[in-house]
T-cell receptor, first 117, second 113 residues
Framework: GAVVSQHPSRVICKSGTSVKIECRSLDFQATTMFWYRQFPKQSLMLMATSNEGSKATYEQGVEKDKFLINHASLTLSTLTVTSAHPEDSSFYICSARIVGSYNSPLHFGNGTRLTVT | DQQVKQNSPSLSVQEGRISILNCDYT??????FLWYKKYPAEGPTFLIS?????DKNEDGRFTVFLNKSAKHLSLHIVPSQPGDSAVYFC????????????FGTGTSLTVIP
């Protein structure tokens, strides 16, 4: 159980375009989902916390107008990278926790490799 | 400021031997610790966790040890298998306030057949 599906797994886009990444919890409900970014040979950096039915909470230094997050249901959160630039190229990973669980781990999607040309 | 640290970026171990991956943290308020395994171009997969009320948790070949006074945890893999070759991340969190997880920078484990 606790499967998180992320789509697409890989996307290449031109500079200036927008890209949407979907994150779904397949067999559990998640009021909160988390978006991480990983640079090569670095740790997972939390970008934002996505809350169902309310605004996302962004970490310091993350531009909320560039990384739009929508959490429309208990099983779906989306991250839109707007007006993408080459420096946005990275590995983006979403994760979720089971609603109401006290000591449960984060379950991660398989990530999206974004390349902006 | 990196609150969770993995000081060894890489580790090589012979198949069948023990792999020991280490992790240190600075915040004594953390009370929930986890290990994740990650293959290239995939998301991390949860391996094992431990809460601060315990000092050891075992699941098959994987054992996590927690030393609260030293703010140190370790993951032991016995016996190591080639399929264990991956990057391992430790993470720490707060059980009661929940949602923020802090990750180390990872240790790349290579198990040599």
């Amino acid at each position: 159980g606790a499967v998180v599906s992320q789509h697409p797994s890989r996307v290449i886009c031109k500079s200036g375009t927008s890209v949407k990444i979907e994150c779904r919890s397949l067999d559990f409900q998640a009021t909160t989902m988390f978006w991480y970014r990983q640079f090569p040979k670095q740790s997972l950096m939390l970008m934002a916390t996505s809350n169902e039915g309310s605004k996302a909470t962004y970490e310091q230094g993350v531009e909320k107008d560039k990384f739009l997050i929508n959490h429309a249901s208990l099983t779906l959160s989306t991250l839109t990278v707007t007006s993408a630039h080459p420096e946005d190229s990275s590995f983006y990973i979403c994760s979720a926790r089971i609603v109401g669980s006290y000591n449960s781990p984060l379950h991660f999607g398989n990530g999206t490799r974004l390349t902006v040309t | 400021d990196q609150q969770v640290k993995q000081n060894s970026p890489s580790l090589s171990v012979q198949e069948g031997r023990i792999s020991i991956l280490n992790c240190d943290y600075t915040n004594s308020m953390f009370d929930y610790f986890l290990w994740y395994k990650k293959y290239p171009a995939e998301g991390p997969t949860f391996l094992i966790s431990i809460s601060s009320i315990k000092d050891k948790n075992e699941d098959g070949r994987f054992t996590v040890f927690l030393n609260k006074s030293a703010k140190h945890l370790s993951l032991h893999i016995v016996p190591s298998q080639p399929g264990d070759s991956a990057v391992y991340f430790c993470a720490a969190s707060y059980l009661t306030t929940g949602n923020q997880f802090y990750f180390g920078t990872g240790t790349s484990l290579t198990v040599i057949p």
